[in-house]
């Protein structure tokens, strides 16, 4: 397949060759001729399957293909998605692969000044990417006007109720025109969203790119059984012994990440953080220094770390397991993107074994575990059964107590 014969212009074509897409995706073989049509669409994708181009490239074209017409304030195309980060991920990929395009596109979130927003609309966009907060702020200010509206994309659905949008969805809703091309787009089905799709979508192509709920079968995953406070220097020990390159680490809780960034750093790893504390500039810069290879281990919690686009990255570790357990999916989903292999390794204790349950079933798998020599736990970490049930009890070997790892003074 390739994209001439999906019916995209030669512009569109063009930049993607200078991109180095040779050939669609499944879910851009699937996707793009239907939205080109015009159809409502909901599609089960998770990152790494090159959905944004799956409903970028069509967007953009059928844009063209009509010719400048948005007037002062209106949108034409509202791309709403859960976090600042992939909010300038996917406004950067619309710009990237409408590369000389006569198109007017931004982007806008929170946690920065508004009146650039306010100042970009006033002469009417023809894509909006937003977070759903700051998209009714300017909505309230009347900096944003609708009526022109043609579609709407909800990108990872899923994490946007999870992050708690849905009222601020139903009100964005509220003010959208009723016909409009709604395209809808989540890693994970849950009823919640079939049922948010079911008052969103007419008669929409569907679409499923990897079987309901399963993780990428090209990422290596395990997870090593230890006590929790040895999990920095087993994170240390692993970085030396395998001499990993870049890593990503996801870790539970802000704190948590700042931790573990002040223990690398202190062990003289180049280290930076990425969480919802910080401010957005900072974030940016944390992440283009991830990428410019500057920064060897990026930290990050799940919230902040959804929709960073990292091409390559070969490991992800879970310093700790995560507390919902699609979020596994989305984390690991940053390794192996796009065809290429990648490992995911889990840090577990034993604490965290229901949410070791939870994922297995999710993912309907068992995860191997793999002992590393000197790191064994003294809290056993329960064993789990392939439908991710716990079937042990923790029990305590008697064995000699492991020497705890010592941080530096924080
Ligand atoms: P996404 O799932 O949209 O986050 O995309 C995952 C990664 O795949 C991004 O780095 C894209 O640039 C890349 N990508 C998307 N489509 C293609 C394609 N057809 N060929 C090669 N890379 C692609």
């Known amino acids: 397949m ?37 159809r409502d669409l909901m599609a089960a994708a998770q990152t790494g399957t090159g959905k944004t181009a799956a409903f970028a ?33 996917v406004h950067q990929s619309f710009a990237e692969y409408g590369m000389s395009l006569p198109l007017r596109t931004h982007v806008a979130y929170g946690g920065v000044s508004i009146n650039p927003q306010m100042m970009k609309l006033r002469k009417g966009l023809d894509v909006l990417v937003a977070t759903p907060g700051r998209l009714l702020d300017l909505h309230r200010q009347n900096a944003v006007r609708f009526e022109q509206l043609q579609t709407l994309v909800l990108d990872e659905a899923d994490r946007m109720l999870d992050l708690g949008f849905a009222r601020e969805l139903n009100e964005v809703f509220a003010a959208l025109p009723k016909r409009r091309q709604t395209l809808l787009f ?9 049922a948010l799709a079911g008052v969103m979508l007419a008669d929409p192509v569907r679409i499923e790119i990897s079987p309901r709920n399963t993780t990428v079968k090209t990422i290596k995953q ?27 680490v996801f870790v539970k809780t802000r704190r948590g990440v700042d931790e573990l960034v002040d223990i690398l750093l202190a062990a003289g790893v180049r280290a930076d953080a990425i969480h919802g ?41 879970n310093f700790d397991l ?14 192996g993107r796009a065809g290429a292999s990648g490992q995911a390794i889990s840090l577990v204790c034993a604490d965290e074994a229901p949410l ?16 590393e ?26 064995k000699p107590k492991a020497g705890s790892f010592r941080g530096p003074a924080r």
């Not at 930049?15 to 050939?23: E, I, K």
């Not at 990026?298 to 770390?305: E, H, M, N, Y």
């Open 57 to 89: 490239l069509p967007l953009l074209q059928r844009l063209t293909m009509e010719g400048p017409q948005v007037t002062a304030n209106c949108v034409r195309v509202l791309v709403l998605v859960p976090t600042r980060e992939l909010a300038e991920q």
């Open 277 to 317: 504390d910080k401010p957005q500039p900072a974030r940016l810069r944390a992440l283009e220094r991830f990428k410019a290879g500057e920064v060897q281990i990026l930290v990050a919690t799940d919230v902040a770390a959804r929709g960073l686009d990292i091409d390559d990255l070969p490991l992800v570790v």
């Open 373 to 398: 020599r000197g790191f064994e736990a003294d809290h056993r970490v329960p064993e789990t059964n392939a439908s991710g049930q716990l079937v042990k009890k923790p029990k305590k070997p008697k």
């Open 222 to 248: 395990w997870l090593i059984p230890l006590d929790k406070k040895r999990k920095p220097e087993l994170f240390l020990h692993l970085l030396k012994k395998h001499r990993w390159g870049q890593v990503l």
């Open 356 to 371: 070791l349950a939870a994922i297995e079933m999710l993912t309907k798998q068992n995860l191997q575990r793999i002992e």
């Open 2 to 38: 390739t994209f001439a014969k999906l019916g995209l212009i030669d512009q569109l074509q063009r930049n993607l060759q200078t991109l180095g897409y040779d050939t669609p995706t499944a879910v851009q073989v699937q996707a793009i001729p239907a939205v080109l049509a015009g």
């Open 322 to 335: 995560p507390i919902v357990a699609e979020d596994y999916i989305h984390r690991i989903g940053r390794t």
């Open 186 to 194: 989540s890693a994970t089905f849950s009823d919640e969203i079939r």
